[in-house]
Structure formats: structure tokens, C-alpha cells
T-cell receptor
Framework: DAGVIQSPRHEVTEMGQEVTLRCKPI?????LFWYRQTMMRGLELLIY????????DSGMPEDRFSAKMPNASFSTLKIQPSEPRDSAVYFC??????????FGPGTRLTVL | QKEVEQNSGPLSVPEGAIASLNCTYS??????FFWYRQYSGKSPELIMF????GDKEDGRFTAQLNKASQYVSLLIRDSQPSDSATYLC????????????FGRGTSLIVHP
């Protein structure tokens, strides 16, 4: 398996623009997680899905953030409109049951 | 609010020494404990997990769990420069639906 795949790897955008991050989890994994990592706040859980259903989105900072998982092999995290304080590395991770989480390579987002 | 605390470091040790990384947690109902390693610019990867009180050894790594004192530690024997990374402690409980809460990590530097 290729592991968790994320795209794009780097994104530079201007304030106010819409940003869409994409994730393909490992086949057979039933949990998918979106994290944000910054120096100030560390690794924060934004939202997680179980069998494509959002379970807990209490970590989503604002209504500007939304996430979807239309099928077992694809998820998106959208920020609209983006702000400079959204600049961070966004990780997608997947797991089978409550086992080890496998992280994707991350998307480094810079909002100017 | 479940909290996982780690000293941010950096912890600096000479090559060949034992590196000791510590983590405390607030939720007494915690049941699963994980150590992830994150190299600079990379994603976290699981290196150890422990569920029961006591020690668990895997090669040069030993995880130690003391539920009564609510701490978990990671010992790295014969430290190598390649062990230089940030080590993230993650703790899961049934109260949190077994989804791990991550600490902010301890930076380890192993110097030759």
C-alpha cells in the first residue's frame, strides 16, 4: 500500500481565497483524522470520521472550516475564506479501529 | 479537558547515552498510550504503544507506564544521532472514544 496520500504538499494562497486539501486513506482503514500542527499549538485534532461519517468536529476552529468524506477512499478539508492565521501543516491520518494511526506527509499551507 | 503534558526540551544527550522522555496525563480513565517520533519536516510515526502498567521493550526503546502516578515515559538506550527528532506522547481513553490526545512533544538532540 502507498500509505496515506495527501495533496497538495504545499499550498500558498492569498487571504480570502478558498483552499481545498485532499486525502486518500489507507485501503481498509475505517477511521480518518484531520490534524493541524503549528509551533504554538502543537498537533490539534480538527475532525475525525468513522466509516465515512463525521463523528467529532469539535476541533474545527470556525465555520470557515469544513470537511467531507464522500467515500471510503477520499476526504477533503476546505477553508473558505482563508486567513493568515490558518497557516500551518495539515495532516491526514487513518487507522483501523483504534489501532495505530498512519499519517500522510502533510500539506504545508501558507496564507499571505 | 483531557491534557497530555510534555517538556518541550530540547533534551540534549551524547551519543551512546540513555535518553529519557516523560509524559503526564490528566485523565485517570486513560487506557492506551502511544509514542510517536516526528523528524523535522516529516509526519509522525508510531514507535511504541503500551496498555498495561510496567515496562515494554522493543529493541533500544522501552516504554514505562505508571497509571497510579499518571505518567508514561520512553527510554532510548544507546542513543544515536539518527534518534534526533521530536517525540509525541498520545493518550487515549474510553471517555474520549479511544481517540488519542497528543502532547506537544519533546525535542531530542543526540550529539556525536
Amino acid at each position: 500500500d502507498a500509505g496515506v496520500i495527501q495533496s497538495p504538499r504545499h499550498e500558498v494562497t492569498e487571504m480570502g481565497q478558498e483552499v481545498t486539501l485532499r486525502c486518500k486513506p489507507i485501503s481498509g482503514h475505517d477511521y480518518l483524522f484531520w490534524y493541524r500542527q503549528t509551533m504554538m499549538r502543537g498537533l490539534e485534532l480538527l475532525i475525525y470520521f468513522n466509516n465515512n461519517v463525521p463523528i467529532d468536529d469539535s476541533g474545527m476552529p470556525e465555520d470557515r472550516f469544513s470537511a467531507k468524506m464522500p467515500n471510503a477512499s477520499f476526504s477533503t478539508l476546505k477553508i473558505q475564506p482563508s486567513e493568515p492565521r490558518d497557516s500551518a501543516v495539515y495532516f491526514c491520518a487513518s487507522s483501523f479501529l483504534f489501532d495505530e494511526q498512519f499519517f500522510g506527509p502533510g500539506t504545508r499551507l501558507t496564507v499571505l | 479537558q483531557k491534557e497530555v503534558e510534555q517538556n518541550s526540551g530540547p533534551l540534549s544527550v551524547p551519543e551512546g547515552a540513555i535518553a529519557s522522555l516523560n509524559c503526564t496525563y490528566s485523565d485517570r480513565g486513560s487506557q492506551s498510550f502511544f509514542w510517536y517520533r516526528q523528524y523535522s519536516g516529516k509526519s509522525p510515526e508510531l514507535i511504541m504503544f503500551i496498555y498495561s502498567n510496567g515496562d515494554k521493550e522493543d529493541g533500544r526503546f522501552t516504554a514505562q507506564l505508571n497509571k497510579a502516578s499518571q505518567y508514561v515515559s520512553l527510554l532510548i538506550r544507546d542513543s544515536q544521532p539518527s534518534d534526533s527528532a521530536t517525540y509525541l506522547c498520545a493518550v487515549a481513553s474510553s471517555g474520549g472514544s479511544y481517540i488519542p490526545t497528543f502532547g506537544r512533544g519533546t525535542s531530542l538532540i543526540v550529539h556525536p
